[in-house]
């Protein structure tokens, strides 16, 4: 063949590719570029229709003044900090259980613990609800038990509200990490645990010395999945808590959403607070690439 009938090759080759993608681009930029560019944009202004006016970095300074804001904040790095660490070692673990060729009945275990993750959002915070109500399950227990006297109202309080959010992200999430880590666990040649096991090393130091290091990629990657979604919390905090009591488990992302079209509508701030939670996720991956990404 010809060079100049390989080049017309290549760019007819190159054309045909890029038919099949523009369609995908087209809409990636009208239903993603186009919509972040807009809200860069409308973080700069407030007001709504033709009362719309240009105020600056006056909605970035107003959120460290705003004390539901601060709340939100903190509760989403409450929740950040105690929920995924708890979440990913139990995942990890789990899977590392759950990759033994021994083990009997593994398929109806795996699924078991993924189940969760597939029940609708809504569906298990009315469970979990019901579970923690006054007249509910765990606290049926824990009178007959002889630990509570009468019914505890969990949602009324602050920091038992907060643990309940913390309980069910757990109980919805790890399955689906834990899926990942097995994924993982699949390309580990499982001679390698038997080498180790006969050189004498306990299951703890097989584990730590073999299933983390190996695992370390898919380790970080849950990690920042777990904290982009965890500052992105939103239905647990709407359908669990209602925000409650007076926003002790509000969420930025249910925060955000209040202030756009439950309260007199704002989308200038709303649209500076979603921001700020973009640059929050961007700044967390970052740092969590730098510490765990060591490549040799």
Known sequence: MSKSKKIKLSKKQNLIGWAFLTP?????????????IKALILSFQSGVG???KWVGLSNYTRMFKDK????????????????????LILALILASMLNNKNLKFKGL????????????????????????????????????????????????????????????????????NMVFYLAGLQNIDYNVYEAAKIDGASPFQSFW????????????????????????????????TGGGPANA????????????????????????MAYLILI?????????MKVGDKRD
């Open 109 to 176: 275990f795996r699924t078991a613990i993924f189940l969760p993750c597939a029940t609708s959002l809504v569906s298990y915070a009315i469970i979990f609800r019901s579970l923690f109500a006054v007249d509910g399950f765990v606290n049926q227990v824990l009178i007959k038990l002889g630990i509570l006297e009468t019914g505890y109202n969990f949602l009324t309080n602050p920091t038992s509200a907060r643990a309940i959010i913390i309980i069910a992200l757990i109980w919805r999430w790890t399955g689906y």
């Open 68 to 87: 539901i804001f601060i709340q939100a904040l903190g509760n989403n790095f409450i929740y950040l900090i105690i929920q995924v660490p708890i979440m």
């Open 249 to 272: 488990t509000i969420t930025m992302s249910h925060y955000i959403y209040n202030v756009s079209f439950k309260y007199v509508p704002n989308f200038g701030y709303s649209a500076a």
């Open 24 to 36: 995908a681009v087209i809409l990636i930029v009208i239903m993603s570029f186009y919509p972040m």
């Open 50 to 52: 033709s009362s719309i």
């Open 280 to 288: 929050l996720v961007a700044i967390l991956a970052f740092f969590q």
């Open 209 to 240: 010395k073999i299933t983390v290091p190996l695992l370390k990629p898919v380790i970080l990657l849950t990690a920042i999945m777990s904290t982009n979604g965890t500052l992105q919390l939103f239905d647990e905090s709407v359908n669990l």
